[in-house]
């Protein structure tokens, strides 16, 4: 690819973060190895050194538990400047990780890879990978679905990737917040307050981590006993596109194992979708498996449909509708919660910034569906925001302005695998 200087600078960026064969996020606002960005870490490594890619990979599989769960943070080693850390987890895993997981987006990561690669080193890796990853999707169709609804639960906000979404508003005020102990929060020492989750939402965030720890992260204690169990059209969304990866694999590398399996994951997921369907918003919500109920505002995970592959039915039409609200609302492309409702807060992490990987999730699904004006303009505007911002955690969707942490890893690796001009995917 011929490299401009932003590429430059984006590749700068995955060495600087790099830790030795592991990207942190960024430095000090997250000093470990998170799940799904270093598997957006490895999309930008596979750009300029393949190696490097498959590596990030292999690394995040070193936390996979004996039950197949792949952790959301692999710790390796304590750092002071990082809370909750190890202990407060207390899973008792080597290496130390936390004790649930993250959005799967894995498989469909070395899907690519293997792709990219061709020679019989990459298949040799993929071939290893493949049980690792057909366990962990395992995992998510048994532990974060145990009545077999089709759609994939979380046990804490974080599991979802998305802290602070108003997806989880109701469902969380039904938390007790923690006040047995009191605890210093580290996020808001790196970054201004106001762009980071409420105090209220932390408390009860750790009072999730108190009972999981009390359930020894055991999915049907956690399923049934804990405080939190939600439904998220993140995941369901994630994992069906992940699951179709992970089968499309398995074909390339003539393995026979696990096919009907996924098959029937994916029948299952398609058939269950239609309890995330919310008429009132025009979308796919989050649903709280506590008490039954919808959340009542549309996120911009509504729009991974197309990405999950879900692309026929008057549903896709009304969804397309709801993506152009959300387009005509807000400059910059694509906020992540409805631009038009009383939630959305242009700053806050989760409740209206632009994320630059769902971006490249949404823009790709809507590609392959067709809709290639709404690809270009999901496309067009990360670009327009990475060249006037920088590399940001996230981005403000009214100002253009970069807000969280910055020289962020998955941010760097979204632009040379698919904002960049110089990027030769769609
Ligand atoms: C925040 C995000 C999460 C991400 C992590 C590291 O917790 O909500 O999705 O994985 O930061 O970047």
């Known amino acids: 690819m011929a490299m401009n200087d932003l590429d430059e600078q984006a590749v700068a960026i995955l060495r600087t973060n790099d830790r030795g ?26 750009t300029f050194d393949l190696d490097r890619a498959w590596r990030e990979i292999e690394m995040l599989f070193e936390g996979q538990w004996p039950d197949g769960m792949v952790p959301h943070i692999i710790f390796r080693r304590d750092d002071p400047d990082y809370f909750p850390g190890p202990s407060v987890w207390g899973t008792e895993a080597e290496p130390p990780t936390s004790g649930h997981s993250q959005p799967p987006v894995a498989a469909s990561v070395v899907r690519m890879l293997h792709d990219k690669d061709g020679s019989e080193a990459g298949t040799g890796r993929a071939t290893a990978l493949y049980p690792k990853l057909l366990a962990w999707h395992r995992w998510f169709h048994t532990a974060r679905d145990p009545d077999g609804r089709g759609v994939i639960a979380v046990v804490h906000p974080w599991e979802s990737g998305r802290d602070n979404s108003p997806d989880w508003d109701a469902a969380l005020a039904n938390v007790e917040p923690t006040a047995a102990r009191s605890y210093v929060r580290r996020d808001t020492g790196h970054v201004d307050a106001s762009m980071r989750p409420t105090q209220s939402d932390y408390d009860r965030y750790m009072s999730i981590v108190d009972s999981g720890r009390a359930c020894r992260w055991q999915p049907a204690c956690m399923a049934d006993t804990g405080p939190f169990f939600a439904a998220d059209p993140g995941i369901t969304f994630v994992l069906m596109r992940a699951d179709r990866d992970l089968l499309a694999l398995a074909e390339s590398l003539d393995i026979a194992e696990g096919h009907e399996e996924i098959a029937d994951w994916i029948a299952r997921a398609e058939a269950g979708i239609d309890r995330l369907w919310n008429d009132a918003v025009g979308g796919y919500t989050a649903l709280d498996l506590k008490t039954g109920k919808s959340a009542g505002g549309l996120s911009s995970v509504a729009f991974l449909a197309w990405y999950a592959g879900l692309v026929e039915s008057a549903r896709a039409d009304k969804l397309a509708d709801g993506l152009r609200r959300f387009l005509d609302a807000a400059p910059f492309a694509v906020p992540s919660f409805d631009p038009t409702s009383a939630k959305f807060d242009r700053m806050r992490y989760w409740r209206g910034p632009v994320w630059a990987v769902i971006n490249s999730l949404i823009g790709r699904g809507l590609a392959e569906a067709g809709h290639t004006k709404l690809a270009d303009r999901v496309r067009r505007d990360t670009r327009k925001l990475i060249e006037r911002a920088g590399f940001f955690e996230y981005f403000d969707p009214q100002t253009g302005a970069g807000a969280g942490g910055g020289n962020f890893t998955w941010t760097a690796a979204t632009w040379l695998v698919w904002a960049s001009p110089s990027a030769s995917e769609v």
């Open 21 to 46: 064969g592991f990207t942190v996020p960024t430095a000090r606002l997250y000093p470990f190895q998170w799940n799904w960005d270093s598997a957006f870490a490895a999309l930008g490594f596979s």
